[in-house]
């Protein structure tokens, strides 16, 4: 799904873990179509369910092209391990999942982050809320940025503002929402979750390599 606001041409594609909410926020703030003008008052459940995140499908983001067409982006890396820190520890959702709940599978629903890490494969089979935010940006984006406008960096949230107050004329804040109180860090998992990451995120920084540098090459 293309998250369009159609007053200010403007045309979003989300990504899990890279700023979705926080952005989707700030638009809904701006949506003439959405009765909250505070992007720090939305209920999340109602922000996920109006801009719904989905799959990059080059049809439909081709109706879009007289509008401003943006996404935002994060570090694979930093992106893989607030899936743990969030959905798995903050959030526990895997206590949440069917497959769980039903005693469909033997993994544990509160695993330590090398065991997650080393099982990911498994783990984003039996919850379907760990395959959602796991996915590759790619799935997301596409795999040509030059379909773009402009592509940021989550660290860039305040030139999106910025940006998006030029278009539409409006004083935009960009809310800092959905953030991890405890974010893993790579220094601890160990040597053996380090590669397997490495391995998996090989891709994916090949992919944003304009973007962002892969830390596992020296």
Same mark, same amino acid.
């Given at each position: 799904m293309v998250i369009h606001i159609n007053a200010f041409d403007l045309a979003y594609m989300a990504i899990p873990k890279a700023a979705c909410s926080s952005v +989707?926020?700030?638009?809904?703030?701006?949506? *003439?179509? $959405?009765?909250?003008? &505070?992007? !720090?008052?939305? *209920?999340?459940?109602? #922000?996920? &369910?109006?801009?719904? !995140?989905?799959?990059f499908?080059?049809?439909?983001?081709?109706?879009?092209?007289?509008?401003?067409?943006?996404?935002v982006v994060r570090d694979p890396l930093k992106r893989l391990l607030g899936v743990y820190s969030n959905r798995v520890v903050q959030r526990r959702e895997l206590l949440m999942s069917r497959n769980f709940r039903r005693g469909l599978t033997d993994l544990p629903?509160? *695993?330590d982050p090398d065991f997650f890490f080393q099982n990911?494969?498994?783990?984003?089979?039996?919850?379907?809320?760990? +395959?959602?935010?796991?996915? *590759?940006?790619?799935?997301?984006t596409g795999k040509d940025f030059s379909l773009y406008s402009?592509?940021?960096? !989550?660290? @860039?949230? @305040?030139? #999106?503002?910025?940006?998006?107050?030029?278009?539409?004329?409006?004083? $935009?804040?960009?809310?800092? $929402? &959905?953030s991890s109180p405890a974010p893993l860090s790579i220094d601890d998992l160990s040597c053996k979750t380090r590669a397997a990451i490495a391995t998996?995120?090989?891709?994916?920084?090949?992919?944003l390599a304009d973007y962002f540098d892969n830390p596992f090459i020296h």
């Open positions: +989707k926020a700030a638009l809904g703030a701006l949506d *003439p179509d $959405v009765p909250e003008t &505070n992007a !720090t008052a939305f *209920p999340r459940k109602a #922000l996920h &369910n109006r801009y719904q !995140t989905r799959r499908r080059i049809h439909r983001w081709r109706a879009y092209d007289r509008c401003f067409r943006f996404t629903p509160d *695993p990911l494969a498994a783990y984003i089979n039996a919850a379907s809320t760990i +395959k959602h935010h796991a996915l *590759p940006t790619s799935v997301f402009k592509v940021y960096r !989550t660290s @860039d949230l @305040d030139d #999106l503002a910025a940006d998006l107050s030029g278009i539409t004329g409006r004083d $935009v804040t960009i809310p800092h $929402v &959905n998996r995120l090989a891709p994916e920084y090949a992919h």
